[in-house]
């Protein structure tokens, strides 16, 4: 079965620490890799997005994501912190040969402190 | 910028009762998605729904589930009778084409009592 693990359910950084956020996706086929963030109170925006090529992918906000095949990993990333980067993190996997569903993992949340 | 958006934000509901949940999509988007979240748990794929019709549910979608474009705007999440385990955030996606990136609003908090 799909699955998404995010290892990490809480993560406090310091401002204007560096972050990184794991993901980890379990398929057979090559998926589609995205990560969103939900501040308290609003829907899922995305960051970024992988589909294909560069393995490592520029989203908003100064976040970058790196996909390791080997690894099964999209993990997310960003040199410097700020306060309002606080937040939950989700990332999602889809996979073309199993229809349009996107699969969630659980969410980090991000706690920043000053 | 273009956004999906729901409605309404907050609605609490008897046990029992129908409850119809709003979203209009992206306009140019063609297909759109339902999820939902329940407090501390993931975010669970629903439904998608292309071309006037559900292009795939899960195992969540039972019979008490229902969608709709009832015109060229609006998406609709119906659930006929409502359970106590039906308390969730629910999400409305679109997407431009298929497999592409969902946008997604900013949820429809429903608590039934």
């Known amino acids: 079965a799909q699955s998404v693990t995010q290892p990490d359910i809480h993560i406090t950084v310091s401002e204007g620490a560096s972050l990184e956020l794991r993901c980890n996706y379990s398929?057979?086929?090559?998926?589609?890799l995205f990560w969103y963030v939900q501040s308290p109170g609003q829907g899922l925006q995305l960051l970024l997005k992988?589909?294909?090529?560069?393995?490592l992918v520029q989203g908003i906000k100064g976040f970058e994501a790196e996909f390791k095949r080997s690894q099964s990993s999209f993990n997310l990333r960003k040199p410097s912190v700020h306060w309002s980067d606080a937040a939950e993190y989700f990332c999602?996997?889809?996979?073309?040969?199993?229809?349009?569903?996107?699969?969630f993992g659980a969410g980090t949340i991000l706690r920043v402190k000053s | 910028e273009p956004e999906v958006t729901q409605t309404p934000s907050h609605q609490v509901t008897q046990m029992g009762q129908e409850v119809i949940l709003r979203c209009v999509p992206i306009?140019?988007?063609?297909?759109f998605y339902w999820y939902r979240q329940i407090l501390g748990q993931k975010v669970e794929f629903l439904v998608s729904?292309?071309?006037?019709?559900?292009?795939?549910k899960s195992e969540i979608f039972d019979d008490q589930f229902s969608v709709e474009r009832p015109d060229g705007s609006n998406f609709t999440l119906k659930i006929r009778s409502t359970k106590l385990e039906d308390s969730a955030m629910y999400f409305c996606?679109?997407?431009?084409?298929?497999?592409?990136?969902?946008?997604f609003g900013q949820g429809t908090r429903l608590t039934v009592v």
């Open positions: 996606a679109s997407s431009e084409v298929e497999n592409t990136e969902a946008f």
């Open positions: 398929y057979g086929a090559t998926p589609y």
């Open positions: 992988y589909f294909s090529g560069d393995t």
């Open positions: 999602a996997v889809g996979v073309k040969e199993y229809g349009n569903k996107l699969v």
């Open positions: 306009s140019n988007h063609l297909y």
């Open positions: 729904f292309y071309n006037n019709e559900i292009s795939e």
